[in-house]
């Protein structure tokens, strides 16, 4: 089954066991999570985790979030759980966000970018937890995608980008968020949100109180204290543009997504109004446009506002030169 594609929505248990065996084989595999696709290798294995990042291209400073079946398993890639983990545990795991916190001797310096912190979630999708299950290690999983493009929201996106990089493809179906996890930082003295998602700042914090925000991504070479902080990410191969309001679109022959229109007219693209239906929806449509042959792909920016606050991060960066 090696360099092969399950069926879509496939969780047999003869898919799902040879892909544990390929990962406790140092290989790697691409698989769903509710978020995007990962692409996932033993965390406790440091040449596979190394694998990793030749095969995104990934630097080495920008570390890996490790993914695990169950809170204890979690708990045990830690040295310490303090109560708002728990809190936060119990309240959206399994689910769309990462714990950072002090890491644990056997986290390899390769997965978290040489800092003693990790980030670790528990994924929601069965596929995944099956996954982490049967290869019985926890699994370190950037998106599965060349670093600093789109991620890949289908099984078929990690086989255009990766193609035989990757040993097997669990596909589990579309993903449903579409929106890589919210990151918060519990190392420090305060709670420090990381990268935003679709689980809000608003909904943390009212979980746990007041939380602050990063300040500005590290320059250069220096480690990132979180997936995603590079400048320029998530972005198509096509040029993208993000529109102000009352912003018109470069010329030439484009498409632009706007939330204004009622409706798909010429090169416009109507885009959901509402914000989780807006992120299941971006990546995948990026990826039919990157396909399309256009000069461009231009998208009208979402409004500024708590729950659009992980998309417009990630057009903002899409956008960056």
């Not at 993914?67 to 708002?84: C, F, G, I, K, Q």
């Not at 966000?97 to 003693?116: F, H, N, R, S, W």
Request: proline share 10%.
């Amino acid at each position: 089954m090696a360099r092969t594609t399950s069926p879509i929505n496939s969780v047999s248990p003869a898919w799902i066991a040879e892909a544990a065996r390929l990962i406790r084989a140092g290989k790697l595999v691409a698989f769903p999570t509710e978020t995007v696709y990962g692409l996932g290798a033993n965390a406790l294995d440091e040449t596979a985790v190394r694998a990793i990042y030749t095969a995104k291209k990934r630097p080495s400073s920008s570390p890996l979030i490790v993914h695990a079946d169950s809170v204890e398993m979690a708990r045990s890639l830690v040295t310490s759980w303090p109560e708002n983990a728990e809190k936060l545990a119990a309240r959206f795991w399994p689910g769309p966000l990462t714990l950072v916190l002090p890491k644990q001797e056997k986290i390899p310096g390769c997965v978290t970018a040489g800092l003693d912190t990790v980030g670790v979630r528990i994924p929601n999708h069965p596929v995944a937890l099956a996954l982490i299950r049967a290869a019985r290690v926890p699994l370190a999983a950037p998106s599965a995608n060349l670093f600093t493009g789109l991620s890949p929201t289908e099984a078929g996106h990690v086989r255009t980008a990766l193609g035989d990089r990757v040993a097997m493809v669990l596909d589990g179906g579309p993903s449903k968020v579409g929106l890589e996890s919210t990151v918060l930082s519990l190392a420090g003295p305060a709670p420090v949100l990381l990268r935003p998602g679709m689980i809000s700042r608003e909904a943390i914090e009212a979980v746990i109180g007041p939380v602050h925000l990063a300040g500005a991504d590290p320059a250069g070479s220096a480690p990132h204290s979180s997936p995603g902080m590079h400048p320029r990410h998530y972005s198509p191969r096509t040029r993208l543009v993000l529109l102000g309001p009352g912003e018109m679109e470069p010329a030439g022959n484009g498409v632009v997504l706007r939330l204004n229109d009622t409706g798909a007219r010429g090169h416009n693209i109507a885009m959901p109004r509402d914000p989780e239906t807006y992120a299941a929806a971006l990546y995948r449509t990026l990826h039919t446009l990157d396909a399309g042959g256009w000069d461009w792909i231009a998208v009208e920016a979402p409004p500024d506002e708590p729950d659009w606050a992980a998309i417009r991060d990630r057009l903002k960066r899409a956008a960056t030169s």
